[in-house]
């Protein structure tokens, strides 16, 4: 079993060879745009912690914290004693 698992191991290290004239276009990114990621992902697992375990796999496609929002407040609708009227 050990064998099995170490064959495993060192074949996914293998690197992938690509075919000829193939080229791979990476999007520059600048410190900003990092930093402005790194709070949407933040704010999208603030939501996340909020709702119930048993309604997060419905809630996980979702990327974008606004749309996440949006969808919460739809499907949960809120607190009616805390809404104004």
Not at 16 to 29: A, C, D, N, S
Not at 32 to 49: H, I, N, P, W
């Amino acid at each position: 079993m050990d064998q099995d698992f170490a064959h495993i191991v060192t074949a996914s290290k293998v690197p992938m060879l690509k075919p000829e004239g193939v080229m791979t276009v990476m999007p520059i990114t600048s410190a900003k745009d990092k930093a402005q990621r790194g709070l949407e992902v933040k704010a999208r697992s603030t939501l996340m912690m909020d709702i119930p375990n048993e309604h997060q796999l419905k809630f996980n496609s979702i990327k974008d914290a606004k749309l996440l929002l949006e969808a919460i407040k739809k499907r949960f609708g809120g607190n009616e004693a805390t809404k104004k009227t």
